[in-house]
């Protein structure tokens, strides 16, 4: 191990080489609820792509484990080291946009940097990275590594739709660049779109060319009611076929949104005669650079939603909306304050959630648990909490939610990624052909299994 | 080959099987300009997943080479069989469209479904499968494996980004299913991904799920020319900017636009001084769900293009529209048939363009070749003939084009791939430990190299 420190402060001088009690609690954690946090041999902060090539070179040659880590906002163990003897990379230093290039449309940023202060440094030119998926402190190295999606996904896909390149360094030390400035390539394998994703177990992310939009500079955001759950789910792929291209979807059952609201103080004027008969409720999100062609969309949707069956409608004031779409990505965080046990991310078909929502309840029944919760209705992720303080119960209950996903055609994890939390259920579940081609791909990268090992795969 | 054309006759039936003086023509090569055709020892037809299991299974034993076969439509000779004793395994009868989802909106297609075919189903649903690459009769497998792009990326993306979840026969005869009808997942490493635009070299598809759109029902067509190439390529970046969001951008160069409209006798109403005076046209469409809008933003976008330089703006009557826009897809056939040797279509950073352009000229003249062309401005997808008829010649320009595009961070291929006729470019211009990689990735699926050997890599 003092071998190891001291070839590493050779690369990163040893001021960016932490061991012992220097290491502090938050690199051995993320925010999954169910991991144990695992201090490392070392944390390692590089600040340029030669110093990470120059880790990796180390790590392979003493077969260490090396585990990356951006800003430890991730929810399913994925930045938790491997083993005491791991090290951790963390990109807390390489957080520099490096470029906004306004005629291209792209942005070039570090692993680094995050959401937030991405979306700061756009916001004068009138550009947007559409990816929004809850945690703005959340890191772009992060976000590419988990595929992060969000709410607005149902508008502009996922991290992957919206990374162009990448700078990697592979598990030998190599730095290679993949993709660029440009959305049409067939020249070899898409090396890009296999590290996104592949949660640190592929290579180490250095740089990303982020694809860029016109920031639109109107927004409404319309709330509905409606008397059950069903309803709401039915509504969603009826008002996606009316070509009002909606930016953010979400369903919220009652018990989330009065949680949330609470959680807050939102008073969202929904008198409480309606509360009481509303089970679940839509929240829709809609943006244009044209005022008045808004307001026609905001005209356009009241009505859908009235015929759909929604109790009442109410346009939300700016304020409001933000209160509530805020509360909404804090909905992980009440659920942690009022002692869910674990949460899951199934993503389904669309047309496939009232089925799905169906099914949990009688899992939730089955089990002796309550499972709660909302979700990105528009793309059928569905985000739920489960209380089940019993581990054997509450790993029924979670292996049964990703069964019945999986059997209507969906995946275990929409956004949060296997990691080492649901590896598990994945291994149990996914096609053992899947998984064997899986380790072979691991292998073609990462012959000595150093990066991040114990995440996704054994 | 007695022996295996009665094992391959076991699996699709005798008929299925062809041999000998049975294989047309038409299985010895595909479109691209400069392969040499080579006539398989046999083609197979298999109508089923499991006949392709079936086949692939034989030839994985006896380690015959397979290439896949769409509509042979490709450009870069990947469809050409590797040599004579391999089996071309053609999608001819896997032509259904088994499902289109109006809830999901996603349609599921086997490979032999042509783009032509989709359209016309989705047409009464009012959806649309937005890639558009200039051939109709191409097959959806076939654009799965070049990920194929086309004039509408500039909007929608290309193949890539509307393939939400395949089947795949491996080369071991084992059935895949990755992704499906969602559109975020974080499930293990992106085996669509990594299969889309592998050219046959991974996996052979035998389904795909597809994403679909509400079909805008109005269209307007805007044509402008310019004095110099310069000015219509810098307009690009700009119009982008303006938030229209232009479902086609292209350029098309006065050589070219001369050649398309008197090879399908289209007369535009330009006079004769302005086209004297213009080097290169602008085609800007645009769609929308109301008639209005789209009016405003024709409006609006004709302003724009007047203040960027343009000489005057058309706004194309729809007839001439589609003809135009027709003409343009047969670009490729105008310059086969004015003697063109070879193709290019490199991508670079839209804003880049100009200036590959003048290092395209430079080229031209030190090699005293002629190269004319069109291109997918929006997104910096240039399409180039080239007139050499000396290969030694012809090989340093190509290279050279493809060394000056790479330089302004560009790739070989946008759309068309690299299949053969590119493989000596690529292995000579790309970085080795990246290719080196894509041979560890190939290993991983297709450890005896059964899988269209010849293509892509050695």
């Given at each position: 191990m003092a071998d190891l420190a001291a070839r590493l402060s050779e690369i990163v001088t040893p001021e960016h080489v932490l061991t012992g009690d220097a290491i502090s609690d938050d690199y051995a954690h993320d925010e999954a609820l169910t991991a144990t946090p695992q201090v490392p041999a070392a944390v390692v902060r590089p600040g340029t792509t030669g110093e990470v090539s120059g880790v990796l070179r180390v790590a392979n040659e003493q077969r260490v484990p090396v585990t990356a880590r951006g800003n430890g906002t991730g929810l399913s163990g994925a930045a938790v080291p491997a083993t005491k003897g791991a090290i951790v990379v963390s990109f807390e230093r390489m957080n520099e946009i490096i470029e906004i290039d306004t005629e291209n449309h792209v942005a070039v940023v570090e692993p680094g940097v995050s959401l937030s202060q991405l979306d700061e440094a756009l916001a004068?030119?009138?550009?947007?990275?559409?990816?929004?998926?809850?945690?703005?402190?959340?890191?772009?190295?992060?976000?590419v590594a988990t595929n992060a999606g969000g709410m607005r996904a149902v508008k502009y896909g996922v991290t992957r739709h919206q990374v162009l390149g990448l700078e990697a360094v592979l598990a030998s030390g190599e730095v290679i660049r993949t993709g660029g400035?440009?959305?049409?390539?067939?020249?070899?394998?898409?090396?890009?779109?296999?590290?996104?994703g592949s949660e640190g177990s592929l290579a180490l992310v250095t740089e990303a060319v982020l694809k860029l939009y016109p920031r639109p500079e109107h927004q409404a955001t319309v709330m509905a009611p409606f008397p059950t759950l069903d309803e709401v789910t039915g509504a969603v792929p009826k008002i996606v076929?009316?070509?009002?291209?909606?930016?953010?979807?979400?369903?919220?059952?009652m018990l989330t949104m009065a949680a949330i609201t609470a959680h807050v103080g939102l008073d969202l004027g929904v008198p409480q005669e309606i509360r009481d008969r509303a089970l679940a409720y839509l929240v829709v999100m809609m943006e244009n650079a044209h005022a008045e062609r808004l307001d026609e969309d905001?005209?356009?949707?009241?009505?859908?939603?009235?015929?759909?069956?929604?109790i009442d409608v109410y346009v939300l004031p700016p304020q409001a909306a933000t209160q509530l779409?805020?509360?909404?990505?804090?909905?992980?965080w009440v659920?942690?304050?009022?002692?869910?046990?674990?949460?899951?991310?199934?993503?389904?078909?669309?047309?496939?959630?009232?089925?799905?929502?169906?099914?949990?309840?009688?899992?939730?029944?089955?089990?002796?648990s309550l499972v709660a919760g909302c979700g990105h209705a528009g793309d059928g992720n569905v985000?739920?909490?489960?209380?089940?303080?019993?581990?054997?119960?509450?790993?029924?209950?979670?292996?049964?939610?990703?069964e019945v996903?999986?059997?209507?055609?969906?995946?275990?994890?929409?956004?949060?990624?296997?990691?080492?939390?649901?590896?598990?259920?994945?291994?149990?579940?996914?096609?053992?052909?899947?998984?064997?081609?899986?380790?072979?791909?691991?292998?073609?990268?990462?012959?000595?299994?150093?990066?991040n090992p114990g995440t996704l795969l054994d």
């Open positions: 004068s030119h009138r550009l947007v990275y559409p990816v929004y998926p809850g945690e703005y402190s959340a890191s772009l190295g992060g976000n400035k440009f959305v049409k390539a067939t020249t070899g394998y898409d090396l890009t779109q296999l590290i996104i076929a009316s070509g009002i291209g909606p930016l953010v979807l979400e369903y919220i059952d905001v005209q356009a949707l009241s009505e859908q939603l009235s015929e759909l069956g929604a779409v805020d509360a909404r990505e804090k909905a992980f659920a942690k304050a009022n002692g869910a046990d674990d949460i899951v991310d199934v993503v389904v078909p669309r047309a496939a959630v009232p089925e799905f929502m169906a099914k949990v309840s009688e899992l939730a029944q089955t089990h002796q985000h739920l909490s489960v209380f089940q303080a019993d581990p054997e119960q509450r790993y029924k209950v979670m292996r049964g939610l990703f996903g999986m059997s209507l055609g969906g995946a275990i994890s929409g956004e949060h990624g296997i990691g080492k939390e649901k590896k598990r259920y994945f291994l149990e579940l996914e096609n053992p052909v899947k998984v064997e081609l899986m380790r072979r791909i691991k292998q073609a990268f990462d012959p000595n299994g150093i990066l």
